[in-house]
């Protein structure tokens, strides 16, 4: 058993560390999980514990079904909170709408779907989860830092793979390892 995701890598650029890092200094009081820069992804489909014989079924549906699809890129764009301001819980990027990227999605969902994999429900959002809240003390401040970027440009993405990750959690936080690559030509 291990716990997996399929999932695109994101190499943080110059304006996306900056965003982290002013972040970070404005809300240095609060109790925030931070994504390592080595971890930051866009999150396809969340599988979590799957055997290893299924693991080699999803890896084999995501070679036929990522071949040809072609590279892409994406815009990171603005920032936000899941929940709301009264109950912040994750600080993210956002991404500008993309055919490709949810034409992606759509064709590894399906592919899923064929394995009988149990999926959540809920619609494609695609974003970077840049930070986990444990404890906020000051709202207004988490409030005016995700203003100064919420309508900003912040990096363009070159999609030229799909990854299988195992996640491994550990004390120090998670570790994200590459089972298997699919390239998208």
């Not at 079924?57 to 936000?80: D, H, P, Q, V, Y």
């Not at 759509?106 to 989860?129: A, Q, Y």
């Amino acid at each position: 058993m291990k716990r997996i995701f399929i999932a695109l890598k994101v190499e943080a650029g110059e304006t996306l560390l900056k965003m982290i890092s002013s972040l970070k200094s404005g809300l240095s009081k609060d109790i925030i999980k931070w994504t390592s820069p080595d971890n930051i992804h866009i999150t396809l489909a969340f599988l979590g514990d799957t055997e290893e014989k299924m693991i080699k079924a999803i890896s084999s549906m995501l070679k036929e079904k990522c071949n040809g699809t072609g590279r892409f890129e994406l815009i990171l764009n603005g920032s936000g909170i899941f929940r709301n301001l009264s109950d912040p819980r994750i600080i993210w990027t956002g991404i500008e709408p993309s055919e490709k990227l949810m034409h992606l999605n759509e064709i590894i969902m399906n592919g899923l779907k064929e394995l009988n994999i149990k999926l959540e429900e809920r619609p494609f959002n695609p974003h970077l989860t840049i930070g986990r809240i444990k404890h906020l003390n000051d709202k207004q401040t988490l409030k005016a830092l995700i203003e100064q970027y919420q309508n900003s440009e912040i990096q363009i993405i070159p999609v030229t793979e799909v990854i299988l990750y195992e996640s491994i959690l550990l004390q120090s936080g998670p570790v994200y390892k590459p089972i298997a690559r699919f390239n998208l030509e």
